[in-house]
Nanobody
Framework: QVQLVESGGGLVQAGGSLRLSCAVS????????VGWFRQAPGKEREFVAC????????YYADSVKGRFTISRDNAKNTVYLQMNLLKPLDTALYYC?????????????????WGQGTQVTVSS
């Protein structure tokens, strides 16, 4: 059984930073791409960032490009999302996801395994 556990969310003022973590267990983590998504109240879940199995390839949503950085530590089975220059529009529940493919993917339907999410709230 695959388990993904997100952590690191919280309340921060606009312009501040947070680092989210996604710990993955029960799977061959080192062979799989991982994605971060977010969902704000009343909105659909949307892509934020993703990373390939070895960290060599990353993709970002236009709305976070230049502010967020995704990375991974395969020795710790963990993926990170460093979020800088946060805006109130970044407020959402943030999820990480994975599946049995090495390359990063940007669509919700391409992932089978999801965490429970961590809340990020950015105040103005």
């Amino acid at each position: 059984q695959v388990q993904l556990v997100e952590s690191g969310g919280g309340l921060v003022q606009a312009g501040g930073s947070l680092r989210l973590s996604c710990a993955v267990s029960g799977r061959t983590f080192n062979n799989n791409g991982v994605g971060w998504f977010r969902q704000a109240p009343g909105k659909e879940r949307e892509f934020v960032a993703c990373i390939s199995w070895n960290g060599a390839i990353t993709y970002y949503a236009d709305s976070v490009k230049g502010r967020f950085t995704i990375s991974r530590d395969n020795a710790k089975n963990t993926v990170y999302l460093q979020m800088n220059l946060l805006k109130p529009l970044d407020t959402a529940l943030y999820y990480c996801a994975t599946d049995d493919l090495p390359q990063p993917r940007t669509e919700v339907y391409e992932y089978s395994f999801w965490g429970q999410g961590t809340q990020v709230t950015v105040s103005s």
